[in-house]
């Protein structure tokens, strides 16, 4: 199995920073893309960033030019630097990793989710 443990959250006031971390471990052969998402009470869960195995990084509008995602491959580990932070930017964050598992000498792909993290941006 593959477990994801986020860590980071909390409470900061407006135009503050946060860094939230996800570690993925477990029976990994290789992970592929990672991502950040959230959901706001009343809301839908959208995508707030994501990261390719080679770098490649795609942003929400709403959050382009604040936050910057990031990974270390050598520990699995995915990272959201947010910066300037909004009341609007309140929400449960969640990180997601598209893992291959090497199974009777096959590779299959499986998505995965954290358990969540709360921020809270309020003065």
């Known amino acids: 199995q593959v477990q994801l443990v986020e860590s980071g959250g909390g409470l900061v006031q407006p135009g503050g920073s946060l860094r939230l971390s996800c570690a993925a471990s477990g029976s990994i052969f290789s992970i592929k893309a990672m991502g950040w998402y959230r959901q706001a009470p009343g809301k839908q869960r959208e995508l707030v960033a994501a990261?390719?195995?080679?770098?490649?990084?795609n942003y929400a509008d709403s959050v382009k030019g604040r936050f910057t995602i990031s990974r270390d491959n050598t520990k699995n580990t995915v990272y959201l630097q947010m910066n300037s932070l909004k009341p609007e930017d309140t929400a449960v964050y969640s990180c997601?990793?598209?893992?291959?598992?090497?199974?009777?000498?096959?590779?299959?792909?499986?998505?995965?989710w954290g358990q969540g993290t709360q921020v809270t941006v309020s003065s």
């Open positions: 990261i390719t195995s080679v770098g490649s990084t």
């Open positions: 997601n990793a598209a893992v291959l598992r090497l199974q009777d000498l096959e590779l299959y792909e499986y998505d995965y």
